[in-house]
């Protein structure tokens, strides 16, 4: 075709030579810009086309320390990412597993990295024990927004504070769930014996734990049992879910609590395996039930013997950090979101609610929900007198206990047996 369009060339010019050498006037020279007048025409919509293209997709990463389908912990996260999706039009990409069982010899900052490489711009590490993860991989990564989910590194009034522009710290306030937890599994036990399968030992499951024992003992005074007859006991299997070889089972320690009188057992571990053995004893005719964690739907595992599940909705305050990400306003910050009282489970609105379980009677199920009344209306169980399982006082009468005592609980509290440290 090049060499045709030449040799038309050179055809049209020897034939423009011969109209010259006739006489033949040349065309006008005003009627050339009518040629060009038509080029800003085109011109013009060129920038139709750019203002109607799309705008660069947003893309997260999101690493999650169990399987995203896990009925708990890692699911709620992953269902968050899917509403960032909707929400936001971004994209996620994950990596799920992100624990030394699974994914031995690597780090999650090194994991993170593969997800940077993906296209992520922000990327959540979604555990407690990513913590010291989270923070080699902002220090190494400035242009890349971090989330860290339960960590305190950027809380000025924190033990651990660092100044790290591009990470943000979000927690939900759980307390207030395992306290319905608690007030739940009091009110259904009949035999005053309560169960809780703790993960491993550190701040935050210790004061969940506590929360949960508070709850329990509120709602049993409440109902008018005798307060010594209470009994609630943590027994940790030594991480957030079972690594066979590594911690204890806790199917079997669901187990040992169901056939040693404790009647209902509260979850405090990334599944609810309980659940199913609270389901198997109960085939057999045994009184069983238990309380799920984490995630909204936890109770359909076995929600005949389920009783409630406090679980997280990471969604609002990660859209919330994300679309910050977008438009400039990004600030490192410290997060502890409590629930939306005037609409405790609104999915826009709560980071932390509560479900009442298809096993909670009627009764007991109008008892909790004017317990979160309470809650609503101003009640904190966290005030004095509260002891240290040492028998310390922790809380005099009346006192109040600040974020910092409540977020970095030292032991458990007098009344609750199980370990406060590891051995």
Known sequence: MRKNFTRLA????????????????????????????????????????????????????????????????????????????????????????????????????????????????????????????????????????????????????????????????????????????????????????????????????????????????????????????????????????????????PVQVSNDFYTTGYDVVISGIDNPVNLGEAQKLSAEGKKAFGVAYDYVAACDAAPDVCIGVPYFNWGPEYLKAISSAQDGSWASQFIWAGPDWADLNNPDTSTVGFVNGPALSAEDAAAVDAFVAELAGGLNLWTGPINLQDGSVYLADGEVGTDQQVWYLPQLLEGMDGLSAAE
């Open 10 to 249: 050179y055809l049209a010019l020897a034939f423009t030579f011969v109209l010259a050498a006739c006489g033949t006037p040349a065309p006008a020279a005003t009627e050339a810009p009518m040629a060009v007048t038509e080029a800003p025409m085109a011109a013009t919509e060129a920038p139709m086309a750019a203002t109607e293209a799309p705008a660069e997709q947003f893309v997260f990463g999101l690493l999650m320390v169990g399987p995203y389908n896990d009925n708990g912990w890692s699911q709620a996260h992953y269902e968050a990412g899917l509403y960032l999706e909707e929400k936001l039009g971004a994209k996620m990409v994950y990596l799920d597993k992100v624990n030394p069982a699974d994914r031995p010899g690597t780090t999650p900052d090194q994991l993170a990295e593969e997800l940077v490489a993906q296209g992520a711009k922000l990327v959540i590490f979604n555990s407690d024990d990513m913590k010291d993860a989270s923070t080699t991989f902002a220090k190494a990564n400035p242009d890349v927004f971090v989330i860290m989910a339960s960590g305190d590194q950027v809380w000025p009034d924190g033990k651990a504070y660092e100044e790290i522009p591009n990470l943000m710290n979000i927690m939900g306030r759980m307390e207030y769930g395992k306290m319905m937890a608690g007030c739940a599994a009091a009110l259904t036990s009949e035999t005053g014996k309560i169960g809780y399968l703790g993960p491993l030992i550190n701040d935050e499951t210790r004061r969940l734990a506590a929360s949960a024992f508070l709850g329990a003992k509120h709602c049993w005074e409440t109902a008018g049992n005798d307060p010594a007859a209470l009994e609630f006991k943590v027994t940790w299997i030594g991480f957030w879910f079972n690594i066979p070889g590594v911690t204890l089972d």
